[in-house]
């Protein structure tokens, strides 16, 4: 699945970034394989998924989550 599909507070596991599709700074910013996200608010009116990542709140595109590839974390 997609980061875009994940519940609300679920945590998953970054499996593939497609970085053809990306911006580099996603990477940078630590969207790697085995990296752990959780989606901490709804996306919003203006298309924005809020998400935590290793302690950091960040904001992206639900275009951009569109091309990171997740798991479920168990």
């Known amino acids: 699945m997609t980061l ?3 519940k609300l507070n679920q ?3 970054v499996c ?3 970085t053809d599709f990306v911006p580099t700074k996603i990477v940078q910013l630590g969207f790697i394989p085995g990296a752990e996200i959780a989606l901490q608010r709804l996306p919003s009116k203006n298309g ?3 998400i935590v990542l ?3 709140y ?3 595109t639900e275009e951009i989550a569109k ?3 997740v798991e479920k974390i168990d």
């Open 4 to 6: 875009d599909k994940i």
């Open 67 to 69: 091309k990171i590839e």
């Open 48 to 50: 924005l998924l809020y």
């Open 58 to 60: 960040l904001a992206i």
């Open 54 to 56: 290793d302690g950091f």
């Open 11 to 13: 945590p998953v596991k």
């Open 16 to 18: 593939k970034v497609y």
